[in-house]
């Protein structure tokens, strides 16, 4: 099993471009998850999904957008990139079982975006 | 005032001391509690998971929750240079709620 994986690794987007950030997992989990970490600040939940097509905000979802089509990907839209963006994201999973499976959450490697 | 507090550090250590990692909250509903460890260009990874309050213990790792005093341990014996990362706390009041709050993490150096 590769888990979670996300592309690409590095990024330097100019001021107003867009992005998508890829994301897939392996583990047929339903629950996936995306965040963005900035130093010393933790993980904040930009958004996440408890299946296909069914998506709602976390705490930070303005500038972002996701969608669900497939129980393996979770793509995140950056529409306009804005210097505040610039941060390390990323994508996780776990299982929908409820138990302590669903509060462990598989993360992927990240994705380390700069907008200049 | 944040939900979950956590010292960032950072925190260094000489190999095979004991470390104490703290957080405290504010949310008297949180029920599970979670230390992720983190290292470094790596995303994170589930260490210790517990319910309530009290001890769990494995291996050199033990987790403590007070939630009398919102406030839970991550303590490390006989550090290894190997423990070096960021250690993050989560909590969350449903089991299996999918937002679990994290705190801001603390980055620890074992020194040889």
């Known amino acids: 099993n590769a888990g979670v994986t996300q592309t690409p690794k590095f990024r330097i987007l100019k001021i107003g471009q867009s992005m998508t950030l890829q994301c897939a997992q392996d583990m047929n989990h339903n629950y996936m998850y995306w965040y963005r970490q900035d130093p010393g600040m933790g993980l904040k939940l930009i958004y996440y999904s408890v299946g296909a097509g069914i998506t709602d905000k976390g705490e930070v979802p303005n500038g972002y957008n996701v969608s669900r089509s497939t129980t393996e990907d979770f793509p995140l839209r950056l529409e306009l990139a804005a210097p505040s963006q610039t941060s390390v994201y990323f994508c996780a999973s776990s299982s929908s079982r409820v138990g302590p499976s669903t509060d462990t959450q598989y993360f992927g490697p990240g994705t380390r975006l700069t907008v200049l | 005032q944040k939900e979950v507090e956590q010292d960032p550090g950072p925190l260094s250590v000489p190999e095979g001391a004991i470390v104490s990692l703290n957080c405290t909250y504010s949310?008297?509903?949180?029920?599970?509690f979670m230390w992720y460890r983190q290292y470094s260009r790596k995303g994170p990874e589930l260490l210790m998971y517990?319910?309530?309050?009290g001890n769990k213990e494995d291996g050199r790792f033990t987790a403590q929750v007070d939630k009398s005093s919102k406030y839970i341990s991550l303590f490390i014996r006989d550090s290894q240079p190997s423990d070096s990362a960021t250690y993050l706390c989560?909590?969350?009041?449903?089991?299996?709620?999918?937002?679990?709050?994290f705190g801001q993490g603390t980055r620890l150096t074992i020194n040889p």
């Open positions: 949310n008297s509903a949180f029920q599970y």
């Open positions: 517990t319910y309530s309050s």
């Open positions: 989560a909590m969350n009041t449903i089991q299996g709620a999918q937002k679990l709050v």
